[in-house]
């Protein structure tokens, strides 16, 4: 990363936090891996306030994008898991208030409420259930802030154990990015988590009206982490 962006704080932390690798999918590698990944490199990383970035994305990725777009009417998902090796499609299954269920044709899951990830199905060593604290209300209306985190996951005898995080929210600039004939726009919202000398950070790109579109979230300890795009709202 280059100090001549004049980054402020918050996009600074985002840039550090955005270095992405191959990305997961339950249809195996293919051409479209590091979609996301380089995407989210581009908006948080690379980006001047009000400027348009072109997504440094080859062209069978957005191909990728657009016949998911072309072939489905819902909400839509593209996924980037680091660990994993592949770019992949989720689409809305379930919605029950504020907590959307997207999945996989295999039925591998993500489970998000209003943009924030509370629980993964399918992907080995998942996240069981999360409860977000406030960070989907400081992020819906792009508020710095505090938030307290409970994530659970399984132990090696299956028992359900917590993962209690602290975590600030800090607010950065706007940004704006194409990808697949769509222009987006948000405002960069980087949430630091620490516990038990472990730290982990998210960084969100969030719309005006609240919606998250573009954000790296932290999944576990045997995953990493998550690059999640939409496509459809």
């Known amino acids: 990363m280059t100090n001549t962006l004049r980054l402020t704080a918050a996009t600074a932390v985002a840039a550090a936090l955005l270095t992405l690798a191959g990305c997961g999918s339950d249809t195996g590698k293919t051409a479209n891996t590091a979609m996301v990944g380089n995407m989210a490199k581009g908006v948080f990383a690379r980006l001047k306030p009000g400027k348009t970035a072109k997504v440094t994305a080859p062209v069978g990725q ?133 516990a038990s000398g472990l730290s982990i950070g998210n960084s969100y790109l969030v719309a005006e009206n609240g919606q998250i579109i573009l954000s790296r979230q932290w999944i576990g300890p045997g995953l990493g982490y998550v690059a999640l795009q939409t496509l459809r709202p």
């Open 62 to 194: 957005e191909d990728l994008a657009r016949a998911a777009l072309a072939s489905n009417t819902g909400p839509l998902l593209l996924a980037t898991i680091e660990t994993q090796g592949a770019t992949t499609v989720l689409g809305m299954i379930g919605e029950n208030g504020s907590k959307r269920t997207y999945a996989t044709p295999s039925q591998q899951n993500v489970v998000l409420q209003d943009g924030v990830l509370i629980a993964t199905r399918g992907l080995g060593r998942d996240l069981m259930s999360a409860d977000p604290g406030a960070t989907p209300q400081l992020l819906a209306t792009r508020t710095p802030g505090k938030s307290h985190r409970i994530q659970r996951y399984l132990d090696g005898e299956g028992i359900e154990r917590p993962l209690r995080l602290s975590c600030t929210l800090t607010r950065g600039t706007t940004q704006s990015y194409s990808f697949a004939g769509v222009n987006w726009t948000g405002m960069q919202m980087v949430e630091v988590c620490s």
